[in-house]
DNA sequence: TGGAATTACTAAACGACGTTCAGTAACTTT
DNA sequence: AAAGTTACTGAACGTCGTTTAGTAATTCCA
């Protein structure tokens, strides 16, 4: 079976070669600059192409989400090798803040874009993103078993952490801390993940 | 001068029937779905006239946001008679993110769009808003005058506590709550409400 | 091996969008 | 009544995502 195997092999290159294009476009001018003709132009094929490889725009947006799943995922990997629960949870919220603030265009693309959500259930980047999410809620679990808080309602709590952690990255992504100086608002986020930490700990 | 105020009566009546039609095609399309050719139709005008009003979509986003930003604040209004300032924040939190959960649409407009944040600071909706966040901070300064929490960093307590508000709006407006099952959502987010004010008393 | 079938690709177009501009008709001024 | 100003519009431009009809190259099969 040569031939239908290279065939197989040449299709997941072009989509490859595709993607690349458009990670690159996309690092450069964030998503509202990537566009079908810039990637047809820089890997030097007709627009029509691409839609030889993708179906369309969101099936492309899906396979950068999963890009950006992958990069969260790997910011994320050191606290999962830190043995006690409440120091793995802690150090798990300071580096999601960390990866929000670092890479503001991928925050963005996996949970401020507006993007096709229905049947998302089925793409790669959401199983991706929920094995993330697993591994966080049972961390706080952990935590709940090893009695660090008073509150056993895991659910809950898990809930509440991210809340704010979204809402302190979100409204740095979207430009929301206008009022504050630029040269406070780095201080201004650290403390207030030091006092979300402080707020837990009297769960 | 009769005939140069009946003009600019005229010219902002025009704003007003422009400004309308593009408040109603926004409640019932989104954003997205709201453009200068459905305005142009709705009001039997071509779409060119537009731009004798406006300079560019920009200018009509800017006057919606006025809007949002007064309907949040009147959405609001309710918590600023209450005497007490911990009790006036805590319905203000809930108001707030009552008003996130009914008008997501809004609350997009307000926080979430990628918007010309450029000179922002200028446009009356800016101003609006920042009068909110200022009643807001007001009433945690009171909160920590009044001796209601041991800290007495009312701005990073203000950024916290919104930081939960926001993230937890946005998690709903953007929707990324798909893990937990759509009947849960609402109950959550009461749950993860009341979990942040019993932390907050512990500041 | 040669003709048929399949594949890989593209030029050109479609329709929707924001926006601009030249031109026209109505109104205002003198 | 002529000249100047204002309000408005049809038609176009350039951008976008996407589709279609066609062409050249490759593969299949007799």
Redesign the interface.
């Known amino acids: 079976m040569g031939i239908a195997s290279r065939k197989e092999r040449e299709k997941a290159e072009m989509r490859r070669l595709i993607l690349g294009a458009a990670h690159d476009i996309f690092k450069e001018n964030g998503y ?1 600059g990537l566009n079908i003709r810039s990637i047809a132009e820089r890997i030097e094929y007709s627009p029509a192409t691409i839609y030889l490889y993708y179906k369309d725009k969101n099936e492309l947006f899906f396979a950068l989400q999963y890009e950006a799943a992958a990069a969260k995922r790997d910011h994320l990997l050191p606290a999962a090798s830190i043995e006690d629960p409440w120091q793995r949870l802690v150090e798990f919220g300071r580096l999601y803040v960390d990866f929000g603030l670092k890479h503001p265009d991928w925050y ?1 693309l996996l ?4 993007a096709p ?1 229905e049947h ?2 089925n793409q790669d980047c ?1 199983t991706l993103g ?1 094995a993330t ?1 697993s591994f966080y809620v049972e961390t706080v679990e952990a935590c709940v078993a090893a009695r660090y808080f008073k ?1 056993t ?1 895991s ?3 898990a ?2 952490l ?7 990255v ?2 740095f992504v ?3 801390m ?2 504050y100086p630029p040269e406070e608002r780095g201080e ?1 986020a650290r ?2 993940f030091a ?2 930490v ?3 700990e ?2």
Chains 1, 2 share one sequence.
């Open positions: 509202d963005d949970f401020l874009t507006r959500m998302i259930e959401w929920m999410h509150s309602d659910a809950t709590i809930y509440t991210w809340c704010h952690a979204h809402g302190l979100s409204l979207r430009e929301r206008r009022m201004l403390k207030s006092m979300i402080k707020m837990a009297s769960l």
